[in-house]
């Protein structure tokens, strides 16, 4: 892949069994990467404004969480100057088309529906790494935003 050392891949998502199924299947991916989950918006921003949270390559990034949502997160994180800029995958269970042309909009690099089977989910994380370390900071087109299975 296009990247040449360990990936650090973020997880942002309150749901626990939804981290464990992501973290087994990416561990089974052909990616060298260092996971780190967080549970809801709060600590996201917290861990970008952080020491520590100024090296995630990917930001997989759910939308529906409590206490700030993952598009509350993404219209702070675009619009600050102090927060890094990260490469970003929606991952959410919901697809409103007013919602992902919005976050279009805002900048997110893609969107993906989470699937209801293991294999599907392996293969759609493994596109958006894929296509992360592909991009060269060219702009995706909105016809490829969502990755589909």
Do not use: W
Request: proline share 3%; glycine share 4%.
């Amino acid at each position: 892949m296009g990247y040449k050392n360990k990936l650090h891949i973020l997880l942002v998502d309150d749901d626990k069994d939804d981290c464990d199924i992501f973290k087994e299947a990416l561990e089974e991916l052909d990616v060298s990467s260092a996971l780190t989950i967080l549970h809801n918006g709060i600590e996201l921003l917290e861990f970008l404004s952080s020491e520590e949270g100024s090296n995630p390559d990917i930001l997989f990034l759910d939308l529906n969480m409590p206490r700030k949502t993952g598009l509350e997160c993404i219209k702070e994180m675009k619009s600050s100057t102090s927060l890094p800029s990260i490469s970003t995958v929606i991952y959410s269970t919901s697809y409103n088309t007013n919602v992902v042309d919005e976050l279009y909009d805002l900048g997110a690099h893609y969107y993906i529906q989470k699937p209801s089977s293991y294999k599907c989910l392996k293969k759609v994380i493994e596109q958006a790494i894929l296509l992360l370390s592909e991009e060269n900071n060219t702009s995706i087109s909105r016809a490829n935003f969502v990755i589909k299975p």
